[in-house]
T-cell receptor
């Protein structure tokens, strides 16, 4: 089955700096890669996703890049703010099937 | 907070007892999922169902059981065979596989503690 690895497990940045979280996947047939944000005590919520037919997608301060050859994808957050502090999960699936999640990254944005 | 509802929010169970966690959605989604969340281990899939009256085991199904008698409901039973049931359980739903819109919507979770 699919295996998703996520790094780093914790990340601290200064407010205004950029943050990058990286994930690798094992199944070359995977074609859908979402990122979820989970604030403390709350449910995970989708923040951005990318499909295998594109290499990059942006939404304001958030961007995701995908390298199908290397089987890795990354989340980029620019101009970080304190409200960006949360746990971020990457995931992968194929054909809209079940999602396999990474182990999560605890992002802390320091003032 | 609408769409997918889990209950209860907190649940305490004595060792040797079975407990059932509720998950209901009104999003008309075909697919429903149960994940277990432990610190440092992300979200691990327990069971999933893509259509009524059908479900498949996920990566950590041992000690759990599910049913899918209605499209809106996907209850999870944690049995006494589950050796380490204390965890945070998340239910999710999404539109049918292959439709192109695969965003998963999560419930608010149930924290189960064995006492």
């Amino acid at each position: 089955g699919e295996n998703v690895e996520q790094h780093p497990s914790t990340l601290s940045v200064q407010e205004g700096d950029s943050a990058v979280i990286k994930c690798t996947y094992s199944d070359s047939a995977s074609n859908y890669f979402p990122w979820y944000k989970q604030e403390l005590g709350k449910r995970p919520q989708l923040i951005i996703d990318i499909r295998s037919n594109v290499g990059e997608k942006k939404d304001q301060r958030i961007a995701v890049t995908l390298n199908k050859t290397a089987k890795h994808f990354s989340l980029h957050i620019t101009e970080t703010q304190p409200e960006d502090s949360a746990v971020y999960f990457c995931a992968a699936s194929k054909g809209g099937n079940k999602l396999t999640f990474g182990t999560g990254t605890q992002l802390k944005v320091e003032l | 907070d609408g769409g997918i509802t889990q209950s209860p929010k907190y649940l305490f169970r004595k060792e040797g007892q079975n407990v059932t966690l509720s998950c209901e959605q009104n999003l008309n989604h075909d697919a429903m999922y149960w994940y277990r969340q432990d610190p440092g281990q992300g979200l691990r899939l327990i069971y999933y169902s893509q259509i009524v009256n059908d479900f498949q085991k996920g990566d950590i199904a041992e000690g759990y059981s599910v049913s899918r008698e209605k499209k809106e409901s996907f209850p999870l039973t944690v049995t006494s065979a589950q050796k380490n049931p204390t965890a945070f359980y998340l239910c999710a739903s999404s539109t049918k596989a292959g439709t192109g819109n695969t965003e998963a919507f999560f419930g608010q979770g149930t924290r189960l503690t064995v006492v």
